[in-house]
């Protein structure tokens, strides 16, 4: 494999004398179309609460192109070219969308200390905005409080506040998750329209999502990285199936 | 020095039978009770009229001051705290403000606006000579009094069913309720104790600390100051902070007058910024 | 739609928060008449306005970051100080540019204690904010050699504004300098929030979480608008230094944190009005209050704080969304557009 865009080393999580990630070592190619499975409390939202500086590992390393970033701030780290979206949405209840994400928008192209130009001034910022909105299909809803709109909508804001940051690598943390069924395929398009450029990291539980849209696999147990491979090798993997049956019969 | 010691430990043991109560409610509910002085207060004014006017013996008027500051406590939780409990931080902050407010107002409508002294018996003033140091006897009283208190609490903390219920509700009260532990009248006795504790404080405290209509207002800080470098989830945190604080201030006043106060104040700030928790709190983030 | 109308639809979306509503000018209208038809309470009006400033300055930190302050007085206390000092030992005579040193210094206060409120809870928050402005007071109770101490500063003497305005002793010079500083700076704040930092403060208050996912520098951002903050309570302390000639203790206190949160409360936060409108409501009250019972007022402003988080905030604060609501059905021009965007009307 040519370097990896995001790698980690070793990393470890521990809270007190519980381990949340051990010694995982991942590596997310250029412009990767790579899916991170596992089942429920293997620690694939630590990972990526580790991955964006939310949480700061007790070992390990984390490289953003060769660049050691384990160290860096969570909002240095968007400026770097890491955005993930969050599970449970979180968004600005109070902000519409459009505003939502002018202000991230505005925030990448350096305007967000901007305190005397009025928002929505700059042309060129709008225009992006505006295209932004339109490929979320957010355009008709673009000026109501985020937090009445439907569940969908808001998924799919949440998707687009961090397309909106034009990450180098983007971490989506479960984006169809309590999304209706009629709309699911909103957002399977969605992502899978995502410019071949830009570096997707993928967790999900929905399988059809994951082998549609995976072309590598990452398999997460008890915080430690299981098994990985290409989706047939997955999909064939006796162990694999083990390990999610196991935790279907003991539930 | 030995007196400044001596007198710094009398004021901090007074200091934390006075905030005791305040740092519990703080580590139960995790609401913050800024009115907690006026309970305080009660018990003090409590003492004096009971003594001054009434002719009531001095260590009769003790608990009789605790068991008014309790009572207070507990009808005016029943009442008008439960309703706030649920609310945002600023919400109780705002709350107990417009308590203190009245209490301070009010019982300057009551009592008048200067300061009041209550009769000691005649035995309680003046000093020991103790190898040539004098102790203070009403100081050595206080030692004496809170003291007991402490070990007191201590044990009923620790061995009685009452006390696991309550650690266990301070821990988690979620699960506490889970387990069947009636989280809020654990809470309710639990806070007029704290306010009976603060009422006896206050009536001990009349002589020490001087007592007037803005007693409240005055103590407010060093409670809090207590509750904040003492952290909220043992006794020990509170009782080592109150003691620190205690000999500090009255160390503080006498060496370095200029700057006075002003050395307790920035003791809080660094304490907060650096552990949020509390010095010797156990770290369990909130 | 087109490229161009779609980015202009954008832009009069956005735009549409920082318009001036026909009730804002006839706010402003209205309180620049009170100079001319009320010529008899100009001293009330100046306490007014300058406690409006205060409150402006609360709301920029409490109604759009989210950050709890118990303190602020601390930030009044030293402008009021700095001012009454500069005037006193003849530093700076002028008031206008006495009021922005003050303002300077009260800034650089704000960032130096900025920090304290970046960590922690609400809690923490209010218990540091509490102490740093017991330190300002404990600091100058027991500096009175140069802060006059318990007395209070003797000795102010403030000279003709732009050496041209005499301070008289009805006020005249003093409301219009007040009102006109306070204009001047609402006009800034007003800039200030409808910029796209405003914008990233609001969103830090909602979500910090996601704010800082978004890339934005949240502690570099709350500590810009808290030294803002500083610098206007600061501005609004000189004043009240500068128009009464004197300075004490008093503009440390405890009851003056306290009071300015109630009256955020009562006019609402975040929308810039609800400090001004909140202070011109409580200066009223007070004054009513006061008259009844002066000693006792406090009392009723326990009373008052008590009964109004029982009721509910959101309670209180929703007798102010018929006015907003108002406000927007009057915007006539916002309708037009937004019946061109309508689904319907796509060619």
Redesign the interface.
């Known amino acids: 494999m040519t370097a990896p865009v995001l790698e980690t080393i070793d990393l470890e999580k521990k809270f007190g004398g519980l381990t949340a990630t051990s010694n995982v070592s991942l590596k997310v190619a250029k412009g990767a179309r790579h899916a991170l499975i596992g089942p429920n409390g293997a620690g694939k939202t630590t990972l990526i609460n580790l991955l964006?500086g939310?949480l700061r590992p007790t070992a390990g390393r984390i490289l953003l192109d060769d660049r050691d970033i384990t160290a860096v701030?969570?909002?240095?780290r968007?400026?770097l070219g890491i955005?993930?979206t969050?599970q449970i949405n979180?968004?600005?209840?109070?902000?519409?969308p459009?505003?939502?994400v002018?202000?991230?928008v505005?925030?990448?192209l350096g305007?967000?200390?901007?305190?005397?130009?009025?928002?929505?001034?700059r042309?060129q910022l709008?225009?992006e905005?505006?295209e932004i909105?339109e490929g979320f299909r957010l355009t008709?809803v673009?000026?109501e409080r985020t937090a009445i709109l439907p569940y969908g909508k808001q998924r799919l804001l949440e998707i687009a506040?961090?397309v909106?940051?034009k990450p180098r690598v983007l971490l989506l943390d479960e984006p169809a998750a309590g999304v209706p069924e009629d709309e699911r395929h909103m957002i399977l398009s969605i992502v899978a329209a995502l410019p071949a450029d830009v570096s997707v990291l993928l967790i999900e539980h929905d399988m059809e999502l994951v082998f549609q849209f995976a072309q590598r696999i990452s398999v997460l147990v008890n915080g430690a990285l299981f098994t990985e491979g290409t989706p047939d090798e997955i999909a064939r993997d006796a162990r694999v199936k083990e390990v999610y049956l196991g935790e279907t019969t003991d539930a | 020095m030995l007196t400044i010691l001596f007198d710094g430990i009398a004021y901090g043991m007074l200091l934390f039978v006075l905030a005791c109560g305040l740092a519990v409610t703080l580590g139960l509910m995790n609401f913050v009770n800024l009115a907690h002085g006026a309970f305080a207060m009660a018990g003090g004014y409590c003492l004096v009229v009971l003594v001054n006017r009434y002719g009531v013996p001095f260590f009769a008027a003790l608990p009789l001051a605790f068991l008014f500051s309790a009572v207070l406590g507990f009808v005016l939780e029943r009442t008008l705290y439960v309703h706030v409990y649920r609310k945002p931080h600023l919400d109780q902050v705002l709350f107990t403000i417009g308590l203190v407010f009245m209490s301070v107002a009010g019982v300057d409508y009551v009592m008048g606006s200067g300061q009041v002294f209550a009769r000691l018996p005649s035995w309680l003033e003046g000093q020991f000579q103790v190898f040539g140091v004098g102790l203070g006897r009403y100081r050595l009283l206080i030692i004496v009094i809170c003291g007991l208190l402490t070990i007191a609490l201590q044990l009923i903390l620790s061995n009685t069913r009452f006390g696991s219920r309550l650690r266990a509700s301070v821990d988690d009260a979620r699960v506490a309720r889970g387990l069947g532990i009636n989280v809020s009248g654990v809470f309710a006795l639990t806070f007029a104790f704290g306010s009976g504790l603060a009422g006896l404080g206050g009536a001990l405290g009349v002589e020490i600390l001087g007592l007037d209509p803005t007693f409240p207002l005055k103590y407010m800080i060093y409670f809090l100051i207590v509750v904040t470098v003492g952290g909220t989830s043992s006794i020990t945190g509170p009782f080592l902070a109150s003691l620190l604080l205690g000999i500090g201030d009255v160390a503080g006043k006498y060496y370095v007058p200029t700057l006075g106060a002003f050395v307790i104040y920035t003791i809080m700030i660094v304490v907060l910024i650096w552990r949020p928790q509390g010095l010797f709190a156990r770290g369990a983030a909130r | 739609m087109s490229?161009t109308s779609?980015?202009g639809a954008?832009?009069d979306?956005?735009?549409a928060?920082?318009r001036w509503h026909v009730l804002e000018i006839a706010f402003w209208l209205a309180a620049l008449s009170t100079y001319y038809l009320l010529p008899g309470k100009h001293l009330i009006l100046t306490e007014i306005a300058i406690l409006a400033l205060f409150a402006l300055s609360l709301d920029l930190i409490l109604g759009y970051a989210g950050i709890i302050s118990l303190g602020h007085a601390a930030f009044f206390g030293f402008g009021a100080y700095v001012a009454g000092l500069l005037a006193v030992h003849g530093i700076i005579t002028e008031p206008l540019l006495a009021l922005l040193a003050s303002g300077l210094a009260a800034m650089l206060l704000g960032f130096v204690t900025s920090f304290l409120v970046l960590r922690g809870s609400d809690l923490t928050r209010i218990m540091v904010t509490l102490g740093v402005a017991l330190v300002l007071r404990e600091l100058a109770n027991r500096n009175g050699w140069l802060t006059g101490g318990a007395d209070g500063l003797q000795g102010v003497e403030i000279k003709p504004l732009l050496g041209l305005f005499r301070f008289d002793m009805f006020g005249r010079t003093a409301y219009a300098y007040s009102l006109g500083v306070l204009f001047v700076l609402f006009l800034l704040a007003r800039?200030?929030v409808?910029?796209?930092?405003?914008?990233?403060l609001?969103?830090i208050k909602?979500?910090p979480?996601?704010?800082?996912?978004?890339?934005?520098?949240?502690n570099r951002?709350l500590v810009?608008i808290y030294t803002i903050a500083a610098g206007y309570a600061g501005i609004a302390g000189a004043l009240l230094t500068q128009t009464t000639a004197f300075a004490s203790l008093d503009v440390f206190a405890f009851d003056r944190s306290a009071d300015l949160l109630l009256v955020l409360i009562i006019g609402g936060t975040g929308y810039l009005y609800g400090g001004l409108i909140g202070a011109l409501v409580f200066k009223l009250m007070q004054d009513y209050i006061s008259a009844l019972t002066p000693q006792y007022w406090p009392f009723w402003i326990g009373l008052l704080l008590v009964v109004i988080v029982l009721v509910g905030r959101e309670r209180i604060t929703s007798w102010t969304t018929p006015i907003r609501a108002l406000a927007s059905r009057l915007d006539w021009r916002a309708d037009r557009r937004?019946a061109q965007?309508a689904?319907g009307s796509h060619p």
């Open positions: 964006t939310v701030a969570p909002h240095r968007v400026k955005a993930r969050f979180q968004l600005f209840a109070d902000l519409t459009l505003e939502t002018s202000l991230a505005s925030e990448r305007a967000g200390k901007d305190w005397w130009r009025l928002v929505g001034r042309a709008m225009d905005v505006a909105l008709d673009m000026d506040v961090a909106a940051s | 490229r779609r980015i954008i832009q979306r956005l735009a928060r920082s800039r200030i409808n910029s796209p930092f405003g914008l990233s609001q969103s909602g979500n979480l996601r704010a800082a996912a978004v890339g934005i520098p949240v951002r810009a937004r965007l689904p």
